[in-house]
T-cell receptor, first 114, second 116 residues
Framework: AQSVTQLDSHVSVSEGTPVLLRCNYSSSYSPSLFWYVQHPNKGLQLLLKYTSAATLVKGINGFEAEFKKSETSFHLTKPSAHMSDAAEYFCVVSSNFGNEKLTFGTGTRLTIIP | EAQVTQNPRYLITVTGKKLTVTCSQNMNHEYMSWYRQDPGLGLRQIYYSMNVEVTDKGDVPEGYKVSRKEKRNFPLILESPSPNQTSLYFC???????????????FGPGTRLTVL
């Protein structure tokens, strides 16, 4: 079984300040983990992914995430928020054995305050 | 251009009238899947397919059917739509290496379905 919990449904930060979007996961096996972004009225785009290589993963647009197995977490961070980061972010898990499902979190809406 | 296409993009229908939403990809991907997106619930997987003639249920398959007769196409069929199937639907595709889904999903633009 697998599941994802995004701990905040809505995060607001000021432009130029750090961003932290939190994600905890549950997986029976070694997981693959992803962050996707959805801008208003758009489709989804991959930000970054972890697939059992380096635990600190760098993605597009200055985002990064760290896989912490002991904490079952995969939090998304960015040092300095930009107005264009305003969007909805989804954490996604796939267990690397036993099933081919993808499970999405319920999403975190990021608002950037000018 | 590498892409996933969905048709129609918008559809308003009535309860019980069978409909099909088409999905096609031009990247020779093995893995294809359908999701529905509802406010506060994120995306939930309806069905997925690892290759031609291989499909399986996701987390919310009730009321939906799929088929995978060709590698590039993965239509979603609602045989008797009901108002609780009003939602935004996304198709996605990716490479598949076996043992879980580890590759990037490429999403279509979405189909907004309203069932009256």
């Amino acid at each position: 079984a697998q599941s994802v919990t995004q701990l905040d449904s809505h995060v607001s930060v000021s432009e130029g300040t750090p961003v932290l979007l939190r994600c905890n996961y549950s997986s029976s096996y070694s997981p693959s983990l992803f962050w996707y972004v959805q801008h208003p009225n758009k489709g989804l785009q991959l930000l970054l992914k972890y697939t059992s290589a380096a635990t600190l993963v760098k993605g597009i647009n200055g985002f990064e995430a760290e896989f912490k197995k002991s904490e079952t977490s995969f939090h998304l961070t960015k040092p300095s928020a930009h107005m264009s980061d305003a969007a909805e972010y989804f954490c996604v898990v796939s267990s690397n054995f036993g099933n081919e499902k993808l499970t999405f979190g319920t999403g975190t809406r990021l608002t950037i305050i000018p | 251009e590498a892409q996933v296409t969905q048709n129609p993009r918008y559809l308003i229908t009535v309860t019980g009238k069978k409909l099909t939403v088409t999905c096609s990809q031009n990247m020779n991907h093995e893995y294809m899947s359908w999701y529905r997106q509802d406010p506060g619930l994120g995306l939930r997987q309806i069905y997925y397919s690892m290759n031609v003639e291989v499909t399986d249920k996701g987390d919310v398959p009730e009321g939906y059917k799929v088929s995978r007769k060709e590698k590039r196409n993965f239509p979603l069929i609602l045989e008797s739509p009901s108002p609780n199937q009003t939602s935004l639907y996304f198709c996605a595709s990716s490479l598949w290496y076996g043992g879980g889904v580890s590759d990037t999903q490429y999403f279509g633009p979405g189909t907004r379905l309203t069932v009256l």
